[in-house]
């Protein structure tokens, strides 16, 4: 953690002296884990946040790309006759999007890559009598596609996007393996960001 913190200092200090436009950003995220063969299983959206830093590099006209880094609290609230449980997802996420940007509009798309840095989960935790119910385990990776939008009012950035998981994220697997959930994150994030340089 410190040296993502020196990290993130090293580059704003660079930013500062060469007008990058490197940025901050913070927001709320709506999340879930969703799936199929979830059974009598339901999932409920959870608000968590997100914050992190961008980079905007300037490709041709009103296209750019935007790396980011961010740290991302995801998960769902999961609910059956067996289980009643929150579970937190802890994500260290670089998005890479595509922007562009008309006027005081711009619109964003692009891959996510997550990584897994901690898992919790609170409440009535157990597993359905035939082994199919959800895990508290996961995968460490994640990819998403990510599409979004929002306003930019001089330095200031106001935004939506929506981040759609493609890979299976559950880690634990019952003998037969024939029915095990398969699940995926969901995340509709709200942000504000401010952008250095011009």
Known sequence: MKQTLLFVLA????????????????????AVLDGQDLGATSTKYKTYYH????YEAKLLGPLSIQPELLYSLQGASFKDNFSNYDTKLHYLNVPVLAKVTIGPVFVEAGPQFGVLLRQEADGKL???ASGNGPYSDYKRGDLS????GGLKLGNLLIGGRFNAGVNDINDVKNISGTNDPRLKNRVIQAYAALQFGK
């Open 51 to 54: 914050a992190g830093i961008f």
């Open 145 to 148: 596609l990510c599409a979004g």
């Open 126 to 128: 157990s597993t359905s």
């Open 11 to 30: 580059l704003l200090l660079a930013a500062s002296t060469a007008h990058a436009q490197l940025g901050v950003k913070a927001g709320i995220n709506a």
